[in-house]
């Protein structure tokens, strides 16, 4: 089936440390998005990447970056992890940044910062 | 920007009854809607969406309501079952961006 797939699940880090997550699709979707979602709150978007073309949300902090090598993978990278990092961090793909284009989302990684 | 709200942060139903969820939003441009649910520890999951030139749209056991005028939509679950707890998100679309509302977290009464 395709899918949207994150690993690891589960990430501890600490402190400062960097960490890096992963996201992998087989949806072949030009678009891949990274949200963040803390606990009892809905997802907030970080940035996307439209094929090649890297989007930052204006709010985002640069302790957050991303890279994405070819149309499978996305890496979200974390530079210097705080405690007010921790949260799930959410995947998500769509064919086009058409108005009407569902977004499809992995099942997350929730990142734990000791 | 879009602001996207639910009426209830939570719903406790009657296994076997309906449900009723509902989201009230701010920004008269966005013309796409979608519901997803999202279960304890997983990723938010698509149920069906609804464009702005329509009122109503129906699923399985799910059907989404629109309306424009007072700027409001619903997710009516049918016969609900234990494996409908989730919390549901609903969220408007401007171009590619999705603006979630905060989340109706529903519990289902066996």
């Known amino acids: 089936d395709a899918m949207v797939i994150q690993n690891p699940r589960y990430q501890v880090t600490q402190f400062g440390k960097p960490v890096t997550l992963s996201c992998s699709q087989t949806?072949?979707?030009?678009?891949m998005y990274w949200y963040q979602q803390k606990s009892s709150q809905a997802p907030k978007l970080l940035f996307h990447?439209?094929?090649?073309?890297?989007?930052n949300e204006a709010d985002t902090p640069d302790n957050f970056q991303s890279r994405r090598p070819n149309t499978s993978f996305c890496f979200l990278d974390i530079r210097s992890p705080g405690l007010g990092d921790a949260a799930m961090y959410l995947c998500?793909?769509?064919?086009?940044?058409?108005?009407?284009?569902?977004?499809?989302f992995g099942p997350g990684t929730r990142l734990t910062v000791l | 920007g879009e602001s996207v709200g639910l009426h209830l942060p939570t719903l406790s139903v009657q296994e076997g009854d309906n449900s009723i969820i509902n989201c009230a939003y701010s920004?008269?441009?966005?013309?796409?809607f979608i519901w997803y649910k999202q279960e304890s520890g997983k990723g938010p999951q698509f149920i069906i969406d609804?464009?702005?030139?329509?009122d109503k749209r129906q699923g399985q056991r799910v059907t989404v309501l629109l309306n424009k005028t007072v700027k409001h939509l619903s997710l009516q679950i049918a016969a609900t079952q234990p494996g409908d707890s989730a919390v549901y998100f609903c969220?408007?679309?401007?171009?590619?961006?999705?603006?979630f509302g905060a989340g109706t977290t529903v519990t289902v009464r066996a």
């Open positions: 998500a793909t769509s064919r086009d940044l058409a108005r009407e284009g569902v977004q499809y």
């Open positions: 949806l072949n979707h030009n678009v």
């Open positions: 990447y439209y094929d090649k073309d890297f989007n």
């Open positions: 920004n008269s441009a966005s013309d796409y």
């Open positions: 609804i464009r702005s030139n329509m």
């Open positions: 969220a408007g679309q401007n171009d590619y961006k999705l603006s």
